[in-house]
């Protein structure tokens, strides 16, 4: 006998925790950047391509082994074919390595939430990012256990917080936070794109993100752009969207519900690019330069030239809140996501009850999290992991889950049966040429084109030292699927989910 694993209290509540877990810190410091460097305009056409023959395909598939085989990522590949569940292992893993820094962003963001309201950071934005989380940087990077107390305070309260809503279980934590927080961070969102869309200078952001370069349309690296965009946004093949549709009822219409949470998402990238190219607009407009110069992503976009922005504009403070506010809304409901697939495969691995599965998982987790990331090193290593775990982790685990399902197990028409018992959305061949076809050839392209990349350029990633990024980079993502292999050597004990018919 073993404890109930939970579930979702219907449709609504899942669609809800899965647009959570895919909105996140990819549509707002990711997208914009990515579409105004391929394409601009043009890039629609590229990444409505692979929207429609990879990301929606891939969640379909994620759906579909979740529900078909009802587990967590282990327990559900387990039941798939008995060899198979390294693969959710290595999902586990990675869940695992973002969890920990994914924190430290979100921790930064609480801080900066709380900066705007005096604009803390003054008339340098990047100096005081700098001062505020003391990283090492380049060539000076080194292992560093100098905690930074502002840091240290910010990602105890974020580890805090995913631990109680992680304890209130699926419906009550998961599905409860996202059903208050996505409605909320659409409100908030929205004031601050209407807000940012007045600024002087806006329609000359907006200008410059939407105006099309068709040309770049030739070029094949837009292609890999637009689908690795689309992955990463849709949070597919990491053992997210697989573990969510394990808690649905039997009879629940699983390819409606992934349109609804693949159209709600790419909607909310595009509201944020909007957002976004408007601000920059005012930024190149208050500086006096080209917008070309002021186009960053990622933690550049956000903790840099965003405060630069709060300062120079009228009503900075509200901008201020609404963006971090946002960032942290979107981000927390991304982290939960994350930590759930570890969870649930604790859970069903042991057959533990929720708040005991919390515990074991998130205390550790949420020490090492705090005791690497709250350092002096945190911000290099993030930036190290997140690359490695992005490129191998993710496209190699989603290559191989492809190529596993449809040419080794050949297991792609049981599933897709599967996805139209109760989907209001009929499966074609289409899905099987998508799943089977299209995205193990982009993601191995990619994973190709990358590895070139890396291992050719003159310079170390970022200018870290080469010891550095082998151990953080190169060895954590190999090490993922060697621990993974291990793990699913392991016996599953008679009391675990495992053996239970549900
Ligand atoms: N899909 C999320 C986004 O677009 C990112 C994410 C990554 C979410 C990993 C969960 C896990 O930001
Ligand atoms: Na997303």
Not at 301 to 314: G, H, N, R, V, W
Not at 429 to 457: H, K, Q
Request: aromatic share 14%.
């Amino acid at each position: 006998r073993s404890a109930d694993r939970g579930a979702f209290s219907g449709r609504t509540a899942f669609i809800f925790a899965a647009i959570g877990s895919a909105v996140g810190l990819g549509n707002i410091w990711r997208f914009p950047a990515v579409a105004y460097e391929n394409g601009g305009g043009a890039f629609i056409l590229p990444y409505l391509v692979a929207l429609l023959t990879a990301g929606i395909p891939l969640l379909f598939l994620d759906y579909a082994i979740g529900h078909r085989w009802r587990g967590s990522a282990p327990a559900a590949w387990r039941r798939f074919r008995r060899w198979t569940e390294f693969i959710g292992w290595w999902q586990v893993l990675i869940a695992l390595i973002i969890a920990l820094y994914y924190a430290l962003i979100l921790a930064w963001a609480t801080n900066y939430t709380i900066f705007s309201f005096d604009q803390r950071w003054g008339d340098d934005a990047d100096g005081f990012f700098g001062e505020y989380t003391q990283a090492l940087g380049g060539a000076d990077v080194t292992i560093s256990f100098d905690v930074v107390p502002a840091v240290l305070i910010s990602m105890i309260v974020v580890w805090l917080a995913v631990i109680i809503v992680m304890a209130l279980g699926v419906q009550k934590g998961i599905a409860a936070s996202s059903i208050v927080f996505i409605p909320l961070l659409l409100v908030m969102f929205v004031i601050l794109v209407v807000r940012a869309l007045f600024l002087p200078g806006a329609i000359d952001g907006l200008d410059a993100l939407f105006t099309p370069n068709w040309g770049a349309l030739l070029d094949p690296a837009v292609w890999i752009a637009a689908y690795g965009q689309i992955f990463f946004s849709l949070s597919v093949a990491f053992g997210i969207m697989l573990t969510y549709a394990s808690y649905l009822k039997k009879k629940t219409d699983l390819t409606g519900s992934g349109l609804v949470v693949g159209f709600a998402n790419s909607g909310f990238e595009i509201l944020c690019g909007i957002g976004v190219f408007s601000a920059l607009g005012f930024m190149a407009q208050a500086q006096g330069v080209a917008i070309d110069e002021v186009v960053t992503d990622g933690v550049g976009l956000a903790f840099i030239a965003f405060p630069t922005i709060i300062s120079e504009a009228p009503a900075g403070a509200l901008i201020g809140v609404l963006f971090f506010g946002s960032l942290v809304l979107a981000g927390f409901t991304s982290l939960i996501s994350i930590v759930e697939v570890v969870i649930a495969a604790i859970q069903d691995k042991f057959g533990l009850a929720r708040v005991p599965a919390t515990l074991w998982v998130c205390l550790p987790l949420a020490v090492v999290s705090v005791a690497l990331f709250s350092t002096t090193m945190g911000l290099p290593l993030l930036d190290v992991m997140d690359k490695w775990v992005n490129e191998y982790g993710i496209v190699a685990a989603a290559l191989v889950s492809t190529i596993v399902v449809t040419y080794v197990v050949r297991g792609l028409p049981t599933l897709r049966d599967h996805l139209n018992h109760q989907g209001t959305f009929r499966i074609r061949t289409w899905w099987l040429v998508c799943v089977g076809g299209i995205a193990p050839i982009v993601l191995g392209t990619s994973l190709v084109l990358s590895t070139i990349e890396l291992l050719t350029a003159d310079d170390t990633y970022s200018g870290y030292p080469g010891w550095f990024v082998f151990v953080f980079g190169w060895l954590m993502a190999i090490g993922l699927v060697v621990i993974a292999i291990g793990l699913s050597l392991i016996p599953w004990p008679t009391g675990s989910n495992l053996f239970k018919d549900d």
